[in-house]
């Protein structure tokens, strides 16, 4: 059995209410799901395995964070890879609206994300 986290970092820079919180983090990972399906089927199935403990770490960050994240991590073969989130516009945030960013999980034992270093800079949400 193995431990994987999976960090979703939400852009509290703007008004977003709880459901719509939670509607951007369900794209996020559906879109995070998607991309591991279909172009990283090897971390997907590791990943997926039904004896794994899988847990989802939510946390806050303002835009400049968000931009900084974007460039840290961009989609390449290392599992170092960000899905960014960017809203429609049709409810609360303006259209192009970066609200969440999921990152490829990784096994906690794995030195992924600098170990998620990177990641305890910032607060739970």
């Given at each position: 059995?193995?431990?994987?986290?999976?960090?979703?970092?939400?852009?509290?820079?703007?008004?977003?209410?709880?459901?719509?919180?939670?509607?951007?983090?369900?794209?996020?990972?559906?879109e995070?799901?998607?991309?591991?399906?279909?172009?990283?089927p090897?971390?997907?199935?590791?990943?997926?395995?039904?004896?794994?403990?899988k847990?989802?770490?939510?946390?806050r960050?303002?835009?400049?964070?968000?931009?900084?994240?974007?460039?840290?991590?961009?989609?390449?073969?290392?599992?170092?890879?960000?899905?960014?989130?960017f809203?429609?516009?049709?409810?609360?945030?303006?259209?192009?609206?970066?609200t969440?960013?999921v990152?490829?999980?990784f096994?906690?034992?794995?030195?992924?994300?600098?170990?998620?270093?990177?990641?305890?800079?910032?607060?739970?949400?």
């Open positions: 059995m193995n431990q994987w986290k999976m960090y979703i970092m939400i852009n509290n820079s703007v008004k977003m209410s709880k459901g719509k919180i939670a509607a951007q983090v369900a794209h996020g990972t559906e995070m799901t998607k991309t591991l399906i279909t172009q990283y090897d971390i997907w199935n590791s990943y997926n395995h039904p004896m794994n403990v847990c989802k770490i939510c946390l960050a303002n835009e400049e964070q968000m931009k900084k994240a974007r460039e840290l991590f961009p989609k390449n073969k290392s599992g170092e890879w960000c899905v960014p989130i809203d429609a516009g049709a409810t609360q945030v303006p259209a192009g609206t970066n969440v960013i990152f490829c999980p096994r906690k034992n794995l030195d992924n994300y600098q170990n998620g270093n990177y990641f305890s800079q910032f607060k739970l949400l």
